[in-house]
């Protein structure tokens, strides 16, 4: 229906151009005629006398210069058309485009909320109907659930965090100690997933960097959690921590797939996530890069996205030392 009213538009707007033309030719003809027998036949004057009389010349001009007029009113009104179903046309495919991702996002919430949810469930079920359960079992239990628990505390703080960004979050810098942040945040990544290996390099030489302490703790640990996510089983994420003349550079690599180029500036838009929500095997809800972008941002930093070799991908954080 869009398209077709597009295209109505466009065919009255000719047709009327042409009834322009048409009339103004039939006005101009009428006016010649007139004049020709006023100067021809009583004038006494030749037809080739007559078509080189100033008031000849002077119908012939205003003639042209209303075809002029018409030709060139309806090329602006063309060009307007065209832009505005250029913008229109932008406008349209981005609330499509925000309508997906906020479905996509609804969906991973959905999925992402269920699962810590009944695997809590489940133990607390367990506990209730075999209270004999041996130390061992007891202990396996308690942790699958509070780990469980910690993955939906950092889900709700990132849903609540995402929010408060475009509120009224303000940040609250204090002089840190980045290296020893990045440990803190590595060493509650690691008991969370112990199966992944994770090499830390840095060169020791770090400067304090004046930052918001959870907004710094939420760049390192989405990131740390982005590439364990996206790393295939038994391969490691390494991070290196380092300082230039002016900046502060904290990357994060993994060996995944990659993000192409396409996609590398469109991964930090909020929802966004690449692939299909209902296909897609990797959680989260579109919300952590988002998060490290903006943060970063507040804190007049910035990340980049960089090809790792031979595959993967790196994140470059860089900070004002």
């Given at each position: 229906m869009y398209y077709g009213l597009i295209i109505y538009v466009l065919a009255a707007s000719i047709w009327w151009s042409f009834l322009l033309l048409d009339q103004d030719k039939q006005?101009?003809?009428?006016?010649?005629?007139?004049?020709r027998m006023e100067q021809v036949q009583f004038g006494?004057?030749?037809?080739?006398?007559?078509?080189?009389?100033?008031?000849?010349?002077?119908l012939?001009?205003?003639?042209?210069?209303?075809?002029?007029?018409?030709?060139?009113?309806?090329?602006?009104?063309?060009?307007?058309?065209?832009?505005?179903?250029?913008?229109?046309?932008?406008?349209?495919?981005?609330?499509?485009a925000l309508a997906r991702q906020q479905r996509n996002f609804l969906l991973s919430i959905t999925h992402e909320l269920k699962s810590p949810i009944a695997s809590i469930k489940l133990a607390l079920d367990t506990f209730m109907k075999r209270p004999n359960l041996k130390p061992e079992q007891i202990q396996m239990l308690t942790k699958g659930a509070l780990t469980e628990t910690e993955r939906l505390h950092?889900?709700?703080?990132?849903?609540?965090l995402a929010a408060r960004i475009e509120n009224s979050f303000q940040i609250?810098?204090?002089?840190?100690?980045?290296?020893?942040?990045?440990?803190?945040?590595?060493k509650q990544v690691r008991t969370k997933f112990p199966n992944v290996r994770f090499?830390?390099?840095?060169?020791?030489?770090?400067?304090?960097?004046?930052?918001?302490?959870?907004?710094?703790?939420?760049?390192?640990?989405?990131?740390?959690?982005?590439?364990?996510?996206?790393?295939?089983?038994?391969?490691?994420?390494?991070?290196?921590?380092?300082?230039?003349?002016?900046?502060?550079?904290?990357?994060?690599?993994?060996k995944g797939v990659g993000i192409t180029d396409e996609n590398k500036p469109k991964v930090f838009e909020k929802f966004y996530r690449v692939g299909n929500e209902d296909t897609r095997?990797?959680?989260?809800?579109?919300?952590?890069?988002?998060?490290?972008?903006?943060?970063?941002?507040?804190?007049?930093?910035?990340?980049?996205?960089?090809?790792?070799?031979?595959?993967?991908?790196?994140?470059?954080?860089?900070?004002?030392a």
């Open positions: 006005l101009t003809e009428a006016k010649i005629d007139k004049m006494n004057l030749s037809e080739t006398q007559f078509q080189e009389t100033a008031e000849y010349q002077i012939i001009s205003e003639s042209e210069k209303h075809k002029k007029m018409i030709y060139g009113e309806g090329f602006v009104f063309f060009v307007v058309l065209i832009i505005g179903m250029w913008i229109l046309n932008r406008g349209f495919r981005k609330e499509v950092n889900l709700v703080n990132n849903i609540l609250m810098p204090e002089q840190l100690n980045f290296e020893q942040l990045v440990h803190e945040n590595l090499d830390f390099e840095t060169t020791g030489d770090i400067p304090t960097v004046e930052v918001d302490r959870l907004g710094l703790n939420s760049v390192v640990v989405n990131l740390l959690e982005n590439a364990v996510k996206y790393s295939p089983k038994g391969d490691e994420v390494k991070i290196k921590l380092y300082r230039n003349a002016t900046d502060v550079l904290f990357e994060v690599a993994d095997k990797t959680k989260g809800t579109g919300l952590g890069l988002y998060i490290v972008k903006t943060m970063l941002k507040a804190h007049h930093g910035d990340v980049t996205i960089l090809d790792n070799q031979p595959k993967g991908s790196v994140f470059r954080v860089r900070l004002p």
